[in-house]
């Protein structure tokens, strides 16, 4: 087997990557992996192991078809995550986010239809669906994407459809919830909160905190991708969820003690602008129809991810001062 994963520097795609690596998907022992990331401030090589023989790591821009079309020939399966991924950058600026994650998820795709690739498995998030108040969206509800992020992944995502219909391409597409893991970029909820609390710092609660995201494990998420490569249906999309539902206040109460602070570290600050109420997907698709079932619990998945940041200030902190020399130069 031989896979081609974008975006396999930044946070779920390098987790991804150093599983399949590390032989924990059965049906892909001993997989060939390319990562193509451009190695934008959230992508790093330092979350990849770059000296295993079975991982070629090359450094492009998935808006760029040249290096696609050269690279593509002899892959059995691409697996998408290149994204620009965090919600508040898109509020400030979203040119790159529609640039990458419409213009360069349709340049990947018409490269992989080029070049014949036989499967891709494109990444999306439940954010398509906008925002719900009560209950849980299925693979059917509508999108109704709010923010520039979420809208321009909505794009891709009907872009993906668009060439398994047009094209019949063996295209599948994940929607999943929130992710926390090792390895996250520190400007995302929970990494953000961990390394400011640890080192006595302030954290910035958006609003009242009453926000609902729903939680899952990284690892989950990425076993999640694994099968629906691996089972699911061309031009059919999985909802990925399962994790534990919280408000931000709720969330934030948990990493407060986790990190030995308390409540007084917390900041009361301005609401995101359009900020989303509240996520929750039913995934009773991919559980029936693919087995899946998660396996991290909350409760020891977050004590674990605390204990990551810990233990891994070499790995967050050059690049928090990376973004902090960029920013101060701005
Ligand atoms: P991330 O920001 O940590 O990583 C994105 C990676 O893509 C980085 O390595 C970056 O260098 C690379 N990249 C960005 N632009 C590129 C370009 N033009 N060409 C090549 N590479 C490029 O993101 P993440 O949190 O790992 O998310 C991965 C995917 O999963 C995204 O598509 C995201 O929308 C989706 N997703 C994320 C979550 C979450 O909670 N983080 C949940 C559901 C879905
Ligand atoms: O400083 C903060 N304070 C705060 O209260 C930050 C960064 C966030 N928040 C709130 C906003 C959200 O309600 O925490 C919640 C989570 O925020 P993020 O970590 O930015 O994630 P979110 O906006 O929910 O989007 C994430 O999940 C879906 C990922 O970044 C997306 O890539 C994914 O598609």
């Not at 974008?6 to 990562?35: C, K, M, N, W």
């Not at 697996?79 to 998820?105: M, P």
């Not at 597409?173 to 893991?181: A, L, M, V």
Request: proline share 4%.
């Amino acid at each position: 087997m031989k896979i081609l994963v974008t975006g396999g520097a930044g946070f779920i795609g390098s987790h991804y990557v150093r599983s399949l690596l590390a032989d924990e998907y059965p049906a892909y022992r001993g997989a060939q992996v390319t990562v193509v990331d451009k190695l934008t401030y959230a992508g790093t090589t330092t979350s990849l192991p770059m000296v295993e023989p079975r991982l070629q790591f090359v450094r492009a821009d998935i808006c760029d078809a040249q290096p696609l079309l050269d690279l593509l020939p002899g892959h059995d399966a691409v697996v998408h995550f290149a994204a620009e991924s965090h919600v508040d950058r898109s509020i400030g600026d979203a040119a790159e986010f529609v640039r990458t994650n419409v213009q360069g998820t349709h340049n990947l795709l018409e490269c992989a239809r080029l070049t014949g690739i036989p499967r891709v498995v494109v990444v999306s998030t439940d954010e398509v669906y906008g925002s719900i108040a009560t209950g849980s969206w299925t693979e059917e509800s509508p999108l109704e994407p709010n923010s520039p992020y979420s809208a321009s992944k909505a794009s891709a995502d009907l872009i993906a459809r668009s060439y398994w219909r047009t094209h019949t391409m063996d295209i599948s597409i994940t929607r999943c919830s929130n992710n926390y893991g090792p390895n996250q970029f520190p400007e995302k909820v929970i990494p953000l909160f961990v390394s400011n609390l640890m080192d006595g710092k302030s954290v910035p609660l958006y609003g009242d905190g009453s926000n609902v995201r729903e939680w899952l494990h990284v690892d989950d998420h990425c076993r999640a991708i694994q099968a629906v490569l691996e089972g699911g249906r061309a031009g059919e999309i999985y909802n990925v969820g399962g994790g534990e539902s919280l408000t931000n206040r709720e969330l934030t109460e948990r990493l407060v003690a986790l990190c030995g602070a308390d409540w007084s570290a917390v900041r009361h600050v301005e609401d995101r602008k359009g900020h989303d109420l509240r996520y929750s997907v039913n995934d009773s698709k991919i559980r029936e129809e693919l087995g899946f079932r998660n396996h991290v619990a909350f409760e020891q998945g977050l004590a674990d991810v605390v204990r990551w940041y810990r233990g891994n200030r070499s790995w967050w902190e050059p690049l928090r001062r990376r973004e902090e020399a960029v920013l101060a130069r701005t």
